[in-house]
């Protein structure tokens, strides 16, 4: 199982000065600013897949019902659409998603959330959302996490078979999008 952590402070350093290494962790700088900028890749099989995001702190406040509201398109992070990178096609829910990048946005819900990929990566958090740019909708139910995630975190977990999970957790909330690579 690979899982790679970076932030993207460091993964511009790196990249600056050599090839990075997808099987090294580099934890991030967790300080309580209010967003921090973060990169995460995989490879699964020949595809290298990445997802870029701002990931905010709970820092005491009400998260799901209060700062995201329920029933309302977010961005999955902070500041700017978080988009999802990738160098081959996919299937999510039995829809190929051709190769490319793409924004990542969700309707929380208390019992059901709706998972979104729209085509409009570049989105400045979700007052540039337009549905007609949807690539994939799905809905997921959310799981209730036993310990808090201060801060939002994305993963990519790989499995058998060119098989993967895009997970996102934050305060007790976590989802979990399983994709295959084509």
Known sequence: MKIIFI?????????????HDHQKSVAPADTM??????????????????IHYYAPAVRGRVIWGGLVPYGEVWVTGAHKATAWEFTNDIEINK????????????IPGKEKWTFIINKKWDQHLADEYDAKDDVLRMEVIPEVLKETQERLMYAMIEEENNNGVLTMRWEKIKISIPFLVK
């Open 95 to 106: 829809k190929v998603i051709p190769a490319g990048k793409y924004a990542v946005f969700t």
């Open 7 to 19: 932030s993207l402070a460091t993964f511009l350093f790196v990249n600056a000065f050599s090839q």
């Open 33 to 50: 600013k209010k967003s921090i900028p973060q990169v995460v890749h995989i490879e699964i099989g020949e595809a290298h897949i990445m």
